[in-house]
């Protein structure tokens, strides 16, 4: 099983940077895509940001342009910059990654979250 570990959240004032990171340990093996999701407070899970193992990157809507993901396979990590924070931004974010089994990509690999929260 994947371990993720996030660091990196807080309180920022609007306009503020964060930057917010995540390194996998444990069962490795076949680690593929990586990314952040959020979830503010009666709101579903949302996708952030995601990177490929080869580094293509996706971004949703709300957050391109202001934030930046970046991942170091070497170390396992997967790094999240979130610049220009907005008030919205406030949820707790969580690191995801998937583990490529060949016949079978398994998403379901989360870390605890870490909690940003952005003042007006």
């Known amino acids: 099983q994947v371990q993720l570990v996030e660091s990196g959240g807080g309180l920022v004032q609007a306009g503020g940077s964060l930057r917010l990171s995540c390194v996998a340990s444990?069962?490795?093996?076949?680690?593929?895509?990586m990314g952040w999701y959020r979830q503010a407070p009666g709101n579903q899970r949302e996708l952030v940001a995601g990177?490929?193992?080869?580094?293509?990157?996706n971004y949703a809507d709300f957050v391109k342009g202001r934030f930046t993901i970046s991942r170091d396979n070497e170390k396992n990590t997967v790094s999240l910059q979130m610049n220009s924070l907005k008030p919205d931004d406030t949820a707790v974010y969580y690191c995801?990654?998937?583990?490529?089994?060949?016949?079978?990509?398994?998403?379901?690999?989360w870390g605890q979250g870490t909690q940003v929260t952005v003042s007006s």
């Open positions: 444990g069962s490795i093996g076949g680690l593929a895509g």
């Open positions: 995801n990654a998937e583990r490529d089994y060949g016949d079978y990509v398994d998403h379901n690999n």
């Open positions: 990177i490929t193992y080869g580094g293509r990157t």
